[in-house]
């Protein structure tokens, strides 16, 4: 069965550091798409990320980026120059046509960001 | 475009009550889904929704029932409340399936006493 794991449930860093998420899953197929959502304290769910597994290149979104290192079977966020509004928890995503292409997600990982 | 809208935000029901969750989406798409939210367990499918008339079972689909009779509507049945039902619900959808980006409704916040 594939699985997504997040190894953090929290962390917290300090307003302008750099912070990463980690993320691993597994799976058997080769081709498969990764996602991170954001769900702040407002309930509100939003996309962060996609990368798609065909594709060698990391995503990034402004100060948003991915290590997506598909041998290892890892997915990590990285989120530069934090801000207090990316207080959040973030889940890792995962889907393929083994899954229907139906998410499954990780249980995710509470980022708290500090003043 | 109001995006994924769901009704009630909050609700409070008795063990063997009935309810309907309400979630509508004004951007056409055909993908719909419902999941529920535990403490330090993510997202969880209970029913999907490829398209006006098709509907399929998630991951825990036992004590629900769907229907999808229009694009836009995709109702959440409780047919007898558990406790065990406590939880937030999330309405979603996207263009096609999980592939596609995720728009996610203010969830649903139901206590079942």
């Known amino acids: 069965a594939q699985t997504v794991t997040q190894s953090q449930p929290e962390m917290s860093v300090q307003e302008a550091e750099t912070v990463t998420l980690s993320c691993t899953y597994d799976?058997?197929?080769?081709?498969?798409?990764l996602f991170w959502y954001k769900q702040p304290p407002s309930r509100q769910m939003i996309l962060v990320i996609r990368?798609?597994?065909?594709k060698q290149q990391n995503a990034t979104e402004n100060r948003f980026s991915v290590n997506f290192q598909k041998a290892a079977k890892s997915f990590s966020l990285k989120i530069s120059d934090s801000q207090l509004g990316d207080t959040a928890m973030y889940f890792c995503a995962f889907t393929s046509a083994d899954s229907n292409y139906q998410l499954i997600w990780g249980a995710g990982t509470k980022l708290i960001i500090k003043p | 475009n109001a995006g994924v809208t769901q009704t009630p935000k909050f609700q409070v029901l008795k063990t063997g009550q009935s309810m309907t969750l309400q979630c509508a989406q004004d951007m056409n798409h055909e993908y719909m889904s419902w999941y529920r939210q535990d403490p330090g367990m993510g997202l969880r499918l209970i029913h999907y929704s490829v398209g006006a008339g098709i509907t399929d079972q998630g991951e825990v689909p036992n004590g629900y029932n769907v229907s999808r009779s229009t694009t836009e509507d995709f109702p959440l049945r409780l047919l007898s409340a558990a406790p065990s039902q406590t939880s937030v619900y999330f309405c979603?959808?996207?263009?096609?399936?999980?592939?596609?980006?995720?728009?996610f409704g203010p969830g649903t916040r139901l206590t079942v006493l």
């Open positions: 979603a959808s996207s263009l096609t399936s999980g592939v596609d980006t995720q728009y």
């Open positions: 799976t058997s197929e080769n081709n498969y798409y």
């Open positions: 990368q798609e597994a065909y």
